[in-house]
C-alpha cells in the first residue's frame, strides 16, 4: 500500500510539471503574439492619417491577421490542453478520495481488533497483567510498535488529505485559466473577422488603382535594381582584394564565429516583421506579378535603428537614392543595412553585435512605411537572410 501511494504521489507530481511547464509555454506564445499585434498596430497608425487603402496598410493587416490567427490557434491548444488536465486532475482527486477511504477503513479495523482496544482502554493494566518478566518486554515493545503503526497511518492520511487539497487548488486554477483563454479567444475572433473584412476591402480598393500602383512598383523594382547592381560591385571588389592575402586570425575567428550563429543571429532590427522575404514570389495585391528580392526587407516602427547582427568592420557607407547603405565584413561573411537616413558609422569602424548602424528611413511616399532592406553574403554569394537569423 506505502510503495502504491508513493509511486501514485510521483505520478501526479510528474504530470502535474509537465502541464504546468505546457500550458506556460502557451501563455508565453500568447504573450509574444499579442506583443507582434501591439507593434503592427502602432506602424498602422503611424501610416498616413487617411482611410485610403495602400499597399504598407495592406501589408500590416495583413501580418495582424496572420498574427490573430497563430494566436486564436494558440488558445485552442491551451484550453484543449486544460481540458485534458482537468480530467486528469479529476481522475487522480478521485483514487485519492478511494485511497482516503480504504486507509480510514484499515485504520479502524486496526483500533477495532482485541489488543489495540485493551491497549486502547488501559496500557498501564495491558502492561501490570503480563505474566512473566518476558511477556511484559513484549508488550512494551508491542506498544511502541502498536504507537508507531499510528502515526505512520494517521501521517498517509494527511498525506493524501493534503494531496486531495492540491489537487482542488489546481483545478480551481485550470477552470480560471480556461475561463481567461475562452474569453481572449472570443476577443481575438472578432478583431480577426472585422480585419478580414477591412483586408477585402482594402484589396477591392487597391485593384481599383491598379495603374498607378504598377507604375510605382516599377519605379521602386527600378530603385531596388540599381541598389543591388552597386552593392554586389562593391561586396565582388572587396571579396577579390580579399582573396588575394590569407584571412587574418582575427578574420578567421570572426567568419568561424558567423557562421557558427546560423540561425542564431540577433535581428539586425529590435521590433518588426519580415515585410518581403528572400526570392521569387508574388505581390500581395497583384498576383500576376512576381518580385524578386535580393534580400529580405524588414519593416519597424518609425524612428527606429539598424543594428549589426555579429561583429565586424564596416567597410563601405554610401548613399544612394536618398538613403544610405552600410556594409560590414565578418571575415569572409559580410551583411548589408540598406534604406538608412543617418548613419552611426563609418568606414573603418569596428562594430558588435546588436551596435546601432543607423536611422531606418520613413518613406514619405509609402506612407510614411519604416523597413531595412538585408542581406548576408559569403565571399561573391548572396545567401538567404532568414536562415541566419534567430527564430
Same mark, same amino acid.
Given at each position: ?109 486496526? =483500533? ?172 500581395? &495585391? ?27 568592420? =564596416? ?20 551583411? &548589408? ?7 552611426? &558609422? ?9 551596435? @546601432? ?11 510614411? @512605411? ?22
Amino acid at each position: 500500500m506505502k510503495r502504491l501511494l508513493l509511486y501514485c504521489l510521483l505520478c501526479l507530481i510528474v504530470c502535474n510539471i509537465y502541464a504546468a511547464d505546457n500550458v506556460k509555454t502557451l501563455q508565453n506564445q500568447q504573450r509574444e503574439l499579442k506583443q507582434q499585434i501591439e507593434q503592427t498596430n502602432k506602424m498602422l497608425q503611424q501610416t498616413k492619417k487617411n482611410e485610403s487603402a495602400t499597399v504598407t496598410k495592406l501589408q500590416l493587416l495583413n501580418e495582424n491577421i496572420a498574427n490573430q490567427k497563430k494566436l486564436i490557434s494558440n488558445l485552442d491548444k491551451e484550453i484543449s490542453t486544460l481540458d485534458t488536465e482537468m480530467a486528469g486532475l479529476n481522475r487522480r482527486k478521485d483514487t485519492l478520495e478511494r485511497d482516503l477511504a480504504a486507509l480510514k477503513a484499515d485504520y479502524a479495523k486496526m =483500533v477495532r481488533e482485541s489488543h489495540y482496544a485493551q491497549l486502547q482502554q488501559s496500557p498501564l493494566l495491558f502492561l501490570l497483567s503480563s505474566e512473566s518478566f518476558q511477556q511484559l518486554v513484549r508488550r512494551i515493545r508491542y506498544m511502541q510498535q502498536f504507537a508507531q503503526l499510528r502515526r505512520q497511518q494517521v501521517a498517509r492520511i494527511e498525506g493524501v488529505k493534503t494531496e486531495i487539497e492540491h489537487q482542488d487548488k489546481q483545478l480551481r486554477a485550470h477552470k480560471n485559466d480556461k475561463q481567461k483563454a475562452l474569453k481572449s479567444q472570443k476577443r481575438e475572433q472578432e478583431t480577426l473577422a472585422r480585419d478580414e473584412r477591412k483586408q477585402q476591402q482594402m484589396l477591392k480598393d487597391l485593384k481599383k488603382q491598379e495603374k498607378d500602383l504598377l507604375a510605382k512598383l516599377k519605379k521602386q523594382q527600378k530603385k531596388a535594381d540599381e541598389l543591388n547592381k552597386k552593392i554586389t560591385a562593391l561586396i565582388e571588389k572587396q571579396a577579390q582584394q580579399q582573396s588575394k592575402t590569407a584571412l587574418t586570425k582575427e578574420q578567421q575567428l570572426v567568419a568561424g564565429g558567423f557562421e557558427q550563429n546560423k540561425g542564431k543571429l540577433p535581428w539586425p532590427v529590435e521590433k518588426g516583421f519580415i515585410s518581403g522575404t528572400f526570392g521569387k514570389h508574388q505581390h500581395p &495585391v497583384y498576383k500576376d506579378v512576381t518580385v524578386d528580392n535580393k534580400g529580405i526587407y524588414l519593416q519597424t516602427t518609425a524612428g527606429a535603428s539598424a543594428r549589426a547582427v555579429f561583429e565586424g568592420e =564596416v567597410t563601405s557607407c554610401f548613399l544612394m537614392s536618398g538613403s544610405y547603405a552600410v556594409i560590414v565584413a565578418h571575415g569572409n561573411y559580410r551583411s &548589408v543595412y540598406a534604406g538608412l537616413s543617418r548613419l552611426n &558609422v563609418k568606414q573603418g569602424d569596428k562594430v558588435t553585435a546588436k551596435q @546601432k548602424i543607423g536611422t531606418i528611413y520613413s518613406d514619405p511616399e509609402q506612407d510614411n @512605411k519604416t523597413e531595412l532592406f538585408f542581406q548576408v553574403w559569403k565571399d561573391k554569394t548572396i545567401l538567404n537572410p532568414s536562415n541566419w537569423l534567430a527564430n
